[in-house]
């Protein structure tokens, strides 16, 4: 009896694995996971090491500073922000130029264009010139940044692996999840925003890889850090049904205000670029007028969470974000902050600083939502809360999920992102409804994101790119075939028939006496000869041959390659030296196309990479 069940249990056991995707228990797939938990690991650590940094530097800007400098009392806050300036664009001028700016827009390129890759030293000078940034006083955020810290570690142990591009492209997205997960405590949020805002793709077989990243960050982060959510806000809830309404103007205003974001960030940009100064030291000028700004609202400094040194080296426990979403701001306050938290982020990142536009969506979003909140409480005071600062608080919440997806254009990892940082659901159907509206009015206008927009402004059409063939992500030099079957021009008819039929091609390179192609021969050139007697012995090669002869290079890529080959309807092409484009160095083929194709696709069904062919 137990035979029998042992028997039958095996029978079916086989037919289950028969179910199974192929290739899920090849090396390829077991390295990929191992090193997706490396991964999540790392990036968990990179988290919690670069706020660490931040800390040591803010200490030591508005602490230590303000001890050294304290004859200049309240107005030493304008020092940090423009020092740090001038020690970030230094940084990144002579080490990385990769590290300016928010950060995503630069992985989604590498994601897209650059099959994944990131250099090395990307990490490390982010790493150091953002804490710096952010530590000093600069408007900006940690999460941008750490999406390419992360990202740069996945790429950087893809490429030291020699991994195929598809399995560098998903160590990538692992190491800007767990990135996420680990600076918000949210591993959902940092899964949601890999595939929502850098794949911008859901249903893709990658996703098992970046879940076990992002989970395996936030577990480090929960270590170090604790498992406390990133804002403690009450348990805000709708009064009335009726409340609806406001929080759908509330989802109108906030795209409208983050396509003004937008634009006038980049402007700012523009404007700083006109500037004939060096490029290290317009930082230095950013920080100057964001330190002015910070005289009069120190709340713009920083990421605005709270936990940060002000003025006279005194704690900030709780900072604009939090005053915010418990309602405690006034409402001149809140509107002044909007103002000039777009304009102190916006001449931050465009001076040439480093961080993300990640907190300062969230900033201006809260204190946005907050103002609506206050002045739909004393226009409605009979749908909204019994409290002003309960009613504030609640549009505060709303109004940074609609904010950030209006500029980011990442709805659904802006609902998760907020229940995970809040662990409050209350508000789950304004915010839904407020979050569906601004990314539904903000795309009537520009389909582009903060972050495409950087890319739109190099020339790269990431839309384009996602659907761009998958020929062109190969190089010639990998596919072609370096023993090349030649013939002399000087060869008689006779011996080319004879040496046809003892090759599989049917066409052949020809090489005159120097050794450099003098042409190209196939069956097609010599065939009205083969029904001639006599002529075997007469005809040479070099009297056949196509003297016009079209080459590739071997670091073209097979997408110019075909397009070549079709346009003569030939079966193969001959690689030629780029310096010399007379000296044969391969072959490519249809066949050797095809092969290389079909092999990526297998590949990227195994890695979970996106089909090009598929949206």
Same mark, same amino acid.
């Given at each position: 009896?137990?035979?029998?069940?042992?028997?039958? =249990?095996?029978?079916?056991?086989?037919?289950?694995?028969?179910?199974?995707?192929?290739?899920?228990?090849?090396?390829?797939?077991?390295?990929?996971? @191992?090193?997706?938990?490396?991964?999540?690991?790392?990036?968990?650590?990179?988290?919690?090491? #670069?706020? +660490? =940094?931040?800390?040591?530097?803010?200490?030591?800007?508005?602490?230590?500073?303000?001890?050294?400098?304290?004859?200049?009392?309240?107005?030493?806050?304008?020092?940090?922000?423009?020092?740090?300036?001038?020690?970030?664009?230094?940084?990144? &001028?002579?080490?990385?130029?990769?590290?300016?700016?928010?950060?995503?827009?630069?992985?989604?390129?590498?994601?897209?264009?650059?099959?994944?890759?990131?250099?090395?030293?990307?990490?490390?000078?982010?790493?150091?010139?953002?804490?710096?940034?952010?530590?000093?006083?600069?408007?900006?955020?940690?999460?941008? /940044?750490?999406?390419?810290?992360?990202?740069?570690?996945?790429?950087?142990?893809?490429?030291?692996?020699?991994?195929?591009?598809? +399995?560098?492209?998903?160590?990538?997205?692992?190491?800007?999840?767990?990135?996420?997960?680990?600076? #918000?405590?949210?591993?959902?949020?940092?899964?949601?925003?890999?595939?929502?805002?850098?794949?911008?793709?859901?249903?893709?077989?990658?996703?098992?890889?970046?879940?076990?990243?992002?989970?395996?960050?936030?577990?480090?982060?929960?270590?170090?850090?604790?498992?406390?959510?990133? #804002?403690?806000?009450?348990?805000?809830?709708?009064?009335?049904?009726?409340?609806?309404? /406001?929080?759908?103007?509330?989802?109108?205003?906030?795209?409208?205000?983050?396509?003004?974001?937008?634009?006038?960030?980049?402007?700012?940009?523009?404007? #700083?670029?006109?500037?004939?100064? /060096?490029? &290290?030291?317009?930082?230095?000028?950013?920080?100057?007028?964001?330190?002015?700004?910070?005289?009069?609202?120190?709340?713009?400094?920083?990421?605005?969470?709270?936990?940060?040194?002000?003025?006279?080296?005194?704690?900030?426990?709780?900072?604009?974000?939090?005053?915010?979403?418990?309602?405690?701001?006034?409402?001149?306050?809140?509107?002044?902050?909007?103002?000039?938290?777009?304009? $102190?982020?916006?001449?931050?990142?465009?001076?040439?600083?480093?961080?993300?536009?990640?907190? /300062?969506?969230?900033?201006?979003?809260?204190?946005?939502?907050? $103002?609506?909140?206050?002045?739909?409480?004393?226009?409605?005071? $009979?749908?909204?809360?019994?409290?002003?600062?309960?009613?504030?608080?609640?549009?505060?919440?709303?109004?940074?999920?609609?904010?950030?997806?209006?500029?980011?254009?990442?709805?659904?990892?802006?609902?998760?992102?907020?229940?995970?940082?809040?662990?409050? &659901?209350? !508000?789950?159907?304004?915010?839904?409804?407020?979050?569906?509206?601004?990314?539904? !009015?903000?795309?009537?206008?520009?389909?582009?994101?903060?972050?495409?927009?950087?890319?739109?402004?190099?020339?790269?059409?990431?839309?384009?790119?996602?659907?761009?063939?998958?020929?062109?992500?190969?190089?010639?030099?990998?596919?072609?075939?370096?023993?090349?079957?030649?013939?002399?021009?000087?060869?008689?008819?006779?011996?080319?028939?004879?040496?046809?039929?003892?090759?599989?091609?049917?066409?052949?390179?020809?090489?005159?006496?120097?050794?450099?192609?003098?042409?190209? @021969?196939?069956?097609?050139?010599?065939?009205?000869?083969?029904?001639?007697?006599?002529?075997?012995?007469?005809?040479?090669?070099?009297?056949?041959?196509?003297?016009?002869?079209?080459?590739?290079?071997?670091?073209?890529?097979?997408?110019?390659?075909?397009?070549?080959?079709?346009?003569?309807?030939?079966?193969?092409?001959?690689?030629?030296?780029?310096?010399?484009?007379?000296?044969?160095?391969?072959?490519?083929?249809?066949?050797?196309? @095809?092969?290389?194709?079909?092999?990526?696709?297998?590949?990227?069904?195994?890695?979970?990479?996106?089909?090009?062919?598929?949206?």
């Amino acid at each position: 009896m137990g035979a029998n069940i042992k028997s039958i =249990l095996s029978t079916y056991l086989k037919k289950q694995l028969k179910l199974l995707p192929v290739g899920l228990f090849s090396s390829d797939v077991v390295r990929c996971f @191992v090193l997706s938990i490396m991964v999540g690991i790392i990036a968990g650590l990179g988290a919690v090491f #670069f706020r +660490w =940094l931040i800390k040591i530097f803010n200490f030591g800007f508005f602490s230590t500073g303000s001890a050294m400098f304290d004859f200049l009392g309240r107005f030493y806050v304008v020092l940090p922000p423009a020092i740090g300036g001038l020690l970030v664009g230094y940084i990144i &001028y002579f080490f990385a130029k990769e590290a300016q700016g928010e950060g995503p827009a630069e992985v989604m390129e590498s994601f897209s264009v650059r099959r994944g890759r990131i250099r090395p030293r990307v990490s490390v000078v982010k790493l150091l010139a953002s804490s710096i940034c952010i530590g000093s006083g600069g408007s900006v955020g940690r999460e941008g /940044p750490i999406v390419q810290i992360g990202a740069s570690f996945g790429s950087t142990i893809g490429q030291l692996f020699k991994l195929p591009d598809e +399995w560098v492209k998903t160590l990538l997205l692992c190491g800007a999840a767990g990135g996420i997960s680990a600076t #918000f405590n949210a591993p959902l949020g940092g899964v949601f925003f890999v595939m929502e805002v850098i794949q911008r793709r859901f249903m893709a077989p990658n996703l098992g890889f970046i879940v076990i990243a992002s989970v395996t960050a936030d577990f480090i982060a929960h270590h170090f850090l604790g498992k406390h959510p990133s #804002f403690i806000i009450p348990s805000y809830s709708m009064t009335s049904y009726w409340e609806i309404v /406001p929080y759908m103007v509330l989802g109108i205003i906030a795209a409208v205000v983050s396509l003004c974001f937008i634009r006038f960030f980049y402007k700012c940009e523009d404007c #700083f670029r006109g500037y004939k100064l /060096p490029e &290290y030291v317009k930082p230095a000028l950013g920080g100057l007028i964001v330190g002015i700004i910070g005289l009069f609202y120190f709340d713009v400094f920083g990421v605005g969470y709270g936990g940060s040194y002000g003025i006279g080296g005194v704690f900030i426990e709780r900072g604009g974000v939090d005053l915010a979403l418990a309602g405690e701001l006034s409402l001149v306050t809140l509107i002044m902050l909007v103002v000039l938290k777009i304009i $102190a982020t916006s001449v931050t990142i465009g001076s040439g600083g480093s961080g993300g536009v990640f907190a /300062p969506s969230l900033f201006i979003g809260s204190v946005l939502g907050g $103002a609506f909140g206050i002045i739909i409480h004393s226009l409605f005071p $009979a749908i909204t809360a019994s409290t002003v600062a309960e009613t504030s608080g609640a549009y505060a919440v709303v109004g940074m999920g609609a904010f950030f997806a209006a500029t980011v254009r990442g709805p659904i990892t802006a609902i998760i992102l907020l229940f995970e940082m809040t662990r409050n &659901y209350t !508000l789950i159907l304004p915010l839904m409804t407020a979050v569906s509206i601004s990314i539904f !009015l903000s795309g009537a206008f520009t389909r582009e994101s903060i972050y495409t927009m950087r890319l739109v402004r190099r020339g790269i059409d990431i839309h384009q790119h996602e659907e761009v063939d998958i020929l062109k992500s190969i190089l010639v030099r990998d596919v072609m075939t370096k023993e090349v079957e030649t013939v002399s021009d000087n060869m008689m008819l006779k011996e080319l028939l004879e040496f046809t039929l003892s090759s599989k091609h049917v066409g052949f390179p020809v090489l005159d006496r120097k050794g450099l192609l003098a042409g190209i @021969v196939t069956i097609e050139d010599y065939k009205e000869f083969l029904f001639e007697e006599g002529l075997e012995n007469l005809v040479v090669v070099k009297d056949l041959a196509t003297s016009n002869v079209i080459t590739v290079t071997e670091n073209e890529n097979l997408a110019t390659a075909m397009k070549k080959i079709g346009f003569k309807n030939i079966e193969q092409i001959p690689v030629v030296d780029e310096k010399n484009p007379l000296k044969i160095i391969g072959i490519l083929s249809r066949r050797d196309i @095809v092969s290389a194709y079909n092999k990526v696709l297998i590949d990227r069904s195994l890695a979970g990479g996106t089909h090009r062919d598929e949206k």
